[in-house]
């Protein structure tokens, strides 16, 4: 009984804390996804790469810094638009675990419980619009999108091959550099909003804004590249020693920087001997030591890194453009704007598309290169591996949320620990939004994430009973400050991240109970997940679930 007065009494103040600095009109929603950066890939979070833009948003608003992801494309967007685990809803995979095994992936298909943040949206009056990536399952206008310019960047981002708009296919044009897709993506969500503008000035809008960038190919334009030509030239160890110096200025973590995982490389990528045959004696395609290179492969590799540096630094300018209409608009006070990214920065150095042209200049429309495991070491500095790997490289996303009409504080911190399921638990708290009991008759299960309202006043405020992840084989769950992470099919291990988010100092064999104790949590769930996993079977009686994907690099 007291329990309960005492979790009434701290949900009260929470709410009346929030209600005094909230706006009575209904706020507009922006979520902005980058695709494969880095965690310290912004200025605001210790990079050197220029984002004013973004760090423009941070001074104004609030930075999270251990705010997780999926560690992959797809099982990222299903957490933001439905705010269930992947596994959940048949949009990500767990096999190769005897005691349960769920089918889904990239191709996977949700339940039909399973609804997009449009449609919590639309009974409360908003209009929701969609730019640039996709990867979920359905179409945009059939789950509560009015517009969607749908990008697509498997040729890369000079390419408008496969792109469209509202269902339609639109004209290819030449591979020119008159197209990027970055701006594209940037131009349509500024015609949305100028439409909404104009058609629906008195009423909200939630805008889902998913940029491709910076993930491979790593292509920019030129003026770009330029402004970063020489920057890397001093290699990814230094880079990762100067990010560290920043992050602890700033406060962000308080670990050492973990040696490179010099053998770990993910299972699709291509062997360095293909690497060096298609792209050049030059090409790395494992994270060893800057000083172990020949003076070509310094050349090739700080280039490449330029390149990437010009893809962020690009889309900050081009959500700068975006943030421009809100003022515009006089709505950018009373938008609710999330900026986080999907997955930790990318090991991975395929080859596809159009392919790769050795000539070519590193970045143009005919090269396809990725930047590599060392150069992915260093975006994620000071977090240990990459994207789709459960360690903290691969799950760790910087978050900045910018309301000013509802968020008092102006550049502060927040440690308090969130993962993407938290996002639409939180802007239902906003909006006065809820779920419904039923969907086509079925069930809604309760969304598993927390509203982080009382952490936009309060550090610390919000508390997750555990956080779980799997993918492609790899698993962790995080409860409290106790994380067990396995890579693929090797042993768990045990870190304390209240001293040791770089995972250097593994405590597996010295709390072997520990282990064992948090395994069997993490395999609960995993049965949970399944079991809603299987739920809403189709017509003839099979499950929907889709295909699985492991070897999609999105």
Known sequence: MQLSVLLLLATTFGTIAFAESAPSVKPNILFIVADDMGFSDLSCYGSEIQTPSLDRMAAGGLRFSQFYNTTRCWPSRCCI??????????????????????????????PRWAQLLPEYLKPLGYHSYHSGKWH??????????????????????FSAKGHGEDGARLPVGKVDGSYYSTTAIADYAIKYLKEHSQKHASEPFFQYLAFHSPHFPIQAPPEDIALYKDRYKTGWDALRIERLERMKKLGIVNCDLPPLDRNIIPHWNLPESELKKRIGPDEVGYAVPWDTLTPGQKEFQSAKMSVHAAMVHRMDTEIGRVLDQLKAMGAIDNTIICFLSDNGASAEQIIRGLGEDPSAPIGSAISYLGIGPAWSSAANTPFRLHKSWNHEGGISTPLI?????????????????????DLVPTILDIVGGEQPATVASLPVPPLPGKSLVPVFTRDGSVTHEFLWWCHDGNRAIRIGDWKIVADH??????????????ETQNLASKYPEKVQEMEKVWLQHAQEFRALSEQDPSPDGKKRAGRVDRNDPE
């Open 81 to 110: 638009l439905t705010g269930y685990y992947a596994q959940s809803v048949r949009r990500d995979a767990i096999t190769g675990i005897p005691e349960v095994n769920i089918a889904g992936g990239s191709g996977g298909v949700r």
């Open 136 to 157: 979920v399952d359905g179409k945009p206008l059939d789950n509560g999108f009015e517009h969607s310019y749908m990008s697509a960047n498997g040729e890369g981002y």
């Open 401 to 421: 949320v910018h309301w000013p009409a509802g968020i008092r504080a102006r550049g502060e911190w927040r440690t308090n620990v969130g993962h993407l399921i």
């Open 489 to 502: 099919k090797g042993p768990l291990e045990l870190y304390d991240l209240s001293t040791d988010r770089s």
